[in-house]
């Protein structure tokens, strides 16, 4: 199978993680501490704690539960954490990306 090459748009700036959203939709718009937030989702409060200040990542089972508390979409949170680990993974191997050559195409 031959996978062709998408044009994709190169993002300057740091793509937001979903954590930043996560942490104003709990705080500012439903008026929760972390505490309440985490016992609502199920977890721990460090969890949801590590989440909401941007060192931790946005699983598919805390996008569900928080979509479950908050409403929204899951699949949001996830596309947004991709989006911003993508770009960073980027940045960090991209003299190895640099040196890797193509595998010749061929015809079907």
């Known amino acids: 199978m031959l996978m062709t090459k998408f044009q994709t748009r ?3 700036r740091e793509p937001t993680h979903p ?3 996560i942490n104003e939709i709990v ?3 439903l008026k929760l501490s972390t505490a309440d937030a985490a016992a609502r989702m199920g977890v721990r409060r460090q969890t949801l704690h590590r989440v909401l200040s941007c060192a931790g990542a946005v699983s598919p089972e805390m996008a569900l539960r928080f979509s479950a ?4 979409s899951a699949e949001m949170f996830l596309r ?3 989006t911003h680990d993508l770009w960073r993974a980027k940045r960090r191997i991209a003299k190895d990306l640099s040196r890797i050559a193509a595998a010749p195409r061929t015809a079907a």
């Not at 508390?69 to 929204?72: D, R, S």
């Open 27 to 29: 705080h500012e718009h």
């Open 19 to 21: 954590g930043e959203l």
């Open 10 to 12: 190169e993002i300057a």
């Open 69 to 72: 508390v908050a409403g929204g």
């Open 80 to 82: 947004m954490q991709g």
